[in-house]
């Protein structure tokens, strides 16, 4: 399957030498055991050439260097709009993008840009769009049905990034798209998609004035949940003028920097403002050095932002928002008990309670682990459902919750854990019941397997099947207890 290739205009194949000529000039300090390798058919990997040892720079890119709404040509001719959004940001840096490849070769980002993959990522965004992944993503949008894909492509519709919203701002701005001595005439929806796809995958928040920017050489590290760097970036810098030091734009009245120390922000002033790759662990010859786009990130996350799962088994792997699982009868006493902390810290010194309940991140996380733990957040949901009537105080609340949660790290059987694992059995039922079911779908699994040429079905079936599993495994553990 081939999807829309990019408007770059070259024969040539991605050049790294010409790249590393770029970098040397744009003073990118780049560690000389770190090499980067193309593939056609997997793209960009870095790799360590030698040992590195923890600490090392693995490259370092000077801010005036990455590719910005503040650095981008397009800026000269059509203007962000004085308060933007998130959300709009990222589509005007999508334009800048392609404004900048409409340049070709006189654009001065040129050899960063012909490294560019060259065909629109196919993220799952798009994949209602039979005109952009064909009926296989179509098909694979049905088996994100119920998954954290789902949840994750609500989020960007909510955040205004939906494929509607993204082609209507394209309409917005099409006609207002300078002709470039490569291209003299507007450019079209699929270009705009193909920039679109570009700034999504690759584009990092790194500060305050330049927000979300695109980093030369640091695009082409991969990610992983057990990665060896990832990317330091000073965010509080003056967001007028992107200076990190006090300047004129300062009134006085902000902390901006009041948790740096002067000797570092003079340091970082002299070498110019980077952001900075260091080797966060030793890394061995021949090695793929690993990012990390996000810490704790899932699956049905990577795939949405970033168009591939990684299967590591890292983050959630099923949740539910707050107003999933709380409602105005329960809400009040499971704020006290999140508030007052008392069984959270308790959690500790029960022996062999880790195989069942996990600690959460926040107040406001409700979900299942892949070594098919609950978090105790979903526990105490699930207790507070089950009780017929609400004990009197909050002391009585958390003792009652402690001692089933000793029932469970020791096997034992009691009508309050039965009754407490028959709603934790419901809740998880439920989830299963409005995924995508192998049986039902059983034609489409056989069409996928015999038909290579369906990667995103393949991807997105495999997100299901993943969570499935998942699901099904910690329910037969507290059906056990009912
Ligand atoms: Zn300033």
New binding site residues.
């Given amino acids: 399957m081939s999807y829309h290739p990019s408007p770059i205009k070259t024969d040539r194949p991605p050049d790294y030498p010409l790249l590393q000529r770029w970098s040397g000039q744009q003073d990118v300090i780049v560690n000389e055991h770190v090499s980067p390798v193309f593939d056609k058919h997997a793209g960009w990997r870095i790799v360590a050439s030698s040992d590195i040892q923890r600490g090392h720079i693995l490259c370092s890119v000077l801010k005036a260097s990455v590719f910005s709404h503040r650095t981008a040509a397009l800026s000269n001719h059509l203007a962000l709009s004085p308060e933007p959004d998130a959300a709009e940001h990222t589509l005007y840096l999508a334009a800048c993008l392609l404004h900048e490849i409409r340049l070709g070769q006189s654009s001065e980002f040129w050899p960063w840009l012909q490294v560019l993959p060259r065909e629109t990522i196919p993220l799952p965004t798009f994949w209602a769009d039979e005109s952009i992944c064909g009926q296989d993503g179509r098909e694979a949008l049905a088996w994100l049905t119920g998954t954290e894909g789902e949840k994750e492509l609500k989020r960007k519709d909510s955040e205004g990034l939906a494929l509607d919203d993204v082609k209507a701002y394209f309409e917005t701005i099409s006609s207002l798209m300078p002709r470039t001595d490569t291209f003299d005439t507007a450019p079209s929806l699929a270009d705009y998609l193909y920039a679109f796809s570009m700034v999504s995958t690759r584009g990092y928040v790194i500060d305050a004035y330049h927000l979300i920017a695109l980093i030369p050489f640091v695009d082409l590290f991969n990610h992983s949940a057990s990665n060896h760097t990832s990317l330091a970036s000073d965010s509080c810098v003056?967001p007028?003028?992107?200076?990190l030091a006090a300047?004129?734009?300062?009134t006085g009245d902000e902390d901006r920097i009041a948790h740096l120390s002067p000797a570092y922000v003079a340091q970082s002033q002299a070498e110019g403002n980077r952001v900075d790759m260091r080797a966060e662990r030793d890394v061995k010859a021949g090695e793929e050095i690993f990012s990390c786009y996000e810490e704790d990130v899932g699956d049905g996350k990577l795939l949405v932002e970033w168009g591939f799962l990684g299967r590591e088994h890292a983050g959630s792997a099923v949740s539910w928002g707050p107003r999933d699982v709380l409602d105005a009868d329960i809400g009040p006493a499971y704020m006290a008990i999140v508030s007052n902390g008392e069984v959270y810290s308790a959690l500790d010194d029960l022996k062999g309670i880790d195989q069942w309940v996990h600690l959460p991140m926040d107040p406001g996380r409700f979900d299942v682990r892949h070594r098919g733990t609950l978090c105790l957040n979903l526990f105490v949901v699930a207790y507070l459902r089950a009780l017929k009537s609400m004990p009197d105080s909050l002391e009585d609340l958390e003792r009652g919750i402690l001692d089933v949660l000793r029932l469970v790290a020791g096997k034992g059987k009691a009508t309050s854990l039965s009754a407490t694992s028959r709603v934790i059995d419901t809740l998880l039922a439920e989830k299963l019941s409005s995924m995508r079911d192998e049986g039902i779908g059983g034609e489409v699994q056989d069409a996928s397997r015999s038909i290579p040429d369906r990667p995103l079905t393949k991807m997105a079936r495999t997100l299901a099947q993943d969570e499935r599993h998942v699901l099904e495994r910690v329910i037969s553990k507290w059906r056990s207890l009912i």
Avoid: K, V
């Avoid at 007028?240 to 200076?243: E, Q, R």
């Fill in positions: 003056c007028t003028c992107g200076s300047c004129e734009h300062d």
